[in-house]
């Protein structure tokens, strides 16, 4: 993959990038265009699709998108003339390649996650979190690539998976400091030992 902190003016393109902002626009002289903001996980670019007309598929806000076209400068600052776009379709693309990644490796901390699970002393509620977590491969898989959020705060690939073992880490952590009935609510919600 071309990262977009890699490309230069003057460059031509063919790379895949999270379309973060999908704007319908009119030049002065009345003629459309489309305004773009495209993502990895190195940053976001401005991208503009002067001519609306064959190779320019239909595409959305939030969809993974192939761009073909030349790297511009404009006003100081980098833009991507996109000549033919098409959207990905699934598989075509690793989505952790197109959102900030936490610093932590994923599979230690879904590993340290389901060390947690399997200190549940509730048997409902491990039963429960293992038929997630470690039965339901897919939804482990989904899980661990989900990010907290798609923007704002926590917008990163794997957050999701940090947040619960943060979460879990402090539960246990701060249960030991409790009295017996609030140690009784948290660790009856959490079901953390």
Same mark, same amino acid.
Request: charged letters at 30%; a positive charge.
């Given at each position: 993959?071309?990262?977009?902190?890699?490309?230069?003016?003057?460059?031509?393109?063919?790379?895949?990038?999270?379309? &973060?902002? =999908?704007?319908?626009?009119?030049? *002065?002289?009345?003629?459309?265009?489309?305004?773009? #903001?495209? /993502?990895?996980?190195?940053?976001?670019?401005?991208?503009?699709?002067?001519?609306?007309?064959?190779?320019?598929?239909?595409?959305?806000?939030?969809?993974?998108?192939?761009?073909?076209?030349?790297?511009?400068?404009?006003?100081?600052?980098?833009?991507?003339?996109?000549?033919?776009?098409?959207?990905?379709?699934?598989?075509?693309?690793?989505?952790?390649?197109?959102?900030?990644?936490?610093?932590?490796?994923?599979?230690?901390?879904? &590993?340290? =996650?389901?060390?947690?699970?399997? *200190?549940?002393?509730?048997?409902?509620?491990?039963? #429960?979190? /293992?038929?997630?977590?470690?039965?339901?491969?897919?939804?482990?898989?989904?899980?661990?690539?989900?990010?907290?959020?798609?923007?704002?705060?926590?917008?990163?690939?794997?957050?999701?998976?940090?947040?619960?073992?943060?979460?879990?880490?402090?539960?246990?952590?701060?249960?030991?400091?409790?009295?017996?009935?609030?140690?009784?609510?948290?660790?009856?919600?959490?079901?953390?030992?």
């Amino acid at each position: 993959m071309r990262y977009l902190s890699e490309l230069r003016d003057g460059e031509m393109f063919k790379e895949t990038y999270l379309c &973060k902002q =999908l704007q319908i626009l009119k030049t *002065k002289a009345g003629k459309s265009y489309y305004s773009l #903001l495209v /993502q990895d996980k190195t940053g976001i670019k401005d991208a503009k699709v002067w001519e609306l007309g064959p190779g320019i598929e239909h595409f959305d806000t939030m969809d993974y998108i192939h761009i073909e076209g030349q790297v511009t400068s404009f006003q100081g600052s980098l833009q991507l003339n996109v000549k033919r776009v098409r959207k990905c379709q699934e598989g075509e693309y690793d989505p952790a390649n197109y959102m900030p990644s936490t610093d932590k490796n994923v599979e230690d901390m879904y &590993k340290e =996650l389901l060390r947690y699970i399997d *200190k549940m002393k509730e048997p409902h509620v491990k039963q #429960l979190a /293992q038929s997630f977590f470690v039965d339901d491969k897919d939804f482990a898989l989904r899980f661990k690539r989900h990010s907290a959020a798609k923007s704002v705060h926590h917008g990163f690939y794997g957050w999701v998976t940090r947040a619960h073992v943060r979460s879990g880490t402090f539960v246990r952590l701060s249960s030991r400091q409790l009295s017996n009935n609030s140690k009784r609510l948290i660790v009856g919600i959490c079901d953390v030992p």
